[in-house]
Antibody, heavy 125, light 108 residues
Framework: QITLEESGPTLVKPTQTLTLTCTFS??????????VGWIRQPPGKALEWLALIYWNDDKRYSPSLETRLTITKDTSKDQVVLTMTHMDPMDTATYYCTHRIFYDRDGFPSPFDYWGPGTLVTVSS | EIVLTQSPGTLSLSPGERATLSCRAS???????FAWYQQKPGQAPRLLIY???RRATGIPDRFSGSGSGTDFTLTISRLEPEDFALYYC?????????FGQGTKVEVK
């Protein structure tokens, strides 16, 4: 049973740095083909992919946010951490942690299949 | 970056009716890397369809996906009360990965 859970501050001030932690179970981030990503959703708006880290430490970032994002993993703790600098009220959103694996059990490319419940982060002074 | 445009923005239908949701990509997408999600208020998205037409685990067969190239479709053959929700299309080929803006299926 794969589960993921996001944790971090619910309120940050403009210009501050946000640090979110994803704690997962049911899989290992040292397994070949496995990745953990972050996706956000402003209130009433669409989903936006932010970043993803693979088992081999390969990292991918959204080009529009790349300069502000850092994603890291701690395989021993089954955690992935996302930091976002220079927070702005426009960054107010629910942030989701997600699991991805290159190929499903049938050998077919697989998308973000398991999601955490999300954590709402509000940016306000 | 591939832009995904969903239509219509809102679909007003009655239970038992057929729902057809569209998603158009700004450039050709491999159907192997195309998915649909369902999202209900206050919940995380749930994977419905991946590889354009493969149902995810536990998804009822009233949900089906089709399409290729730049045009993809999600069909719900007969709407059940629990199907009224938001639906997003998504491409997961080469990054950056993107989502459509969503189609809301509401009760008429």
């Amino acid at each position: 049973q794969i589960t993921l859970e996001e944790s971090g501050p619910t309120l940050v001030k403009p210009t501050q740095t946000l640090t979110l932690t994803c704690t997962f179970s049911g899989f290992s981030l040292s397994g070949s083909g496995v990745g953990v990503g972050w996706i956000r959703q402003p209130p009433g708006k669409a989903l936006e992919w932010l970043a993803l880290i693979y088992w081999n430490d390969d990292k991918r970032y959204s080009p529009s946010l790349e300069t502000r994002l850092t994603i890291t993993k701690d395989t021993s703790k089954d955690q992935v951490v996302l930091t976002m600098t220079h927070m702005d009220p426009m960054d107010t959103a629910t942030y989701y942690c997600t699991h991805r694996i290159f190929y499903d059990r049938d050998g077919f490319p697989s998308p973000f299949d398991y999601w955490g419940p999300g954590t709402l982060v509000t940016v306000s002074s | 970056e591939i832009v995904l445009t969903q239509s219509p923005g809102t679909l007003s239908l009655s239970p038992g009716e057929r729902a057809t949701l569209s998603c158009r990509a700004s450039q050709s997408v491999s159907r192997n890397f195309f998915a649909w999600y369902q999202q209900k208020p206050g919940q995380a998205p749930r994977l419905l369809i991946y590889g354009a037409s493969r149902r995810a685990t536990g998804i009822p067969d009233r949900f089906s996906g089709s399409g290729s190239g730049t045009d993809f479709t999600l069909t719900i053959s007969r709407l059940e009360p629990e199907d009224f929700a938001l639906y997003y299309c998504h491409h997961y080929g080469n990054s950056p990965w993107t989502f459509g803006q969503g189609t809301k299926v509401e009760v008429k």
